[in-house]
């Protein structure tokens, strides 16, 4: 069962980080920092930064 209202059967996208290359992957998340698995770009906080240089989220582009 596809799930449209939040976009879940839309394919996840990688985002690299400008400054050290650490890629942000929807479908993989960010565990180690309390973000699930599927959490999409636009649902993880104002305030998550790269977790290997500290970038914000605008130091980030599409993959």
């Given amino acids: 069962m596809n799930d449209t209202a939040s976009g879940s059967d839309a394919a996840f996208k990688d985002y690299a980080c400008l400054y050290c290359g650490y890629i942000y992957e929807e479908e993989a998340g960010d565990p180690d920092n309390g973000i699930a698995p599927g959490t999409r770009w636009e649902d993880l906080p104002e305030d998550w930064c790269c977790p290997h240089c ?4 605008d130091g980030f582009e599409l993959a």
């Fill in 54 to 57: 500290s970038a914000e989220k």
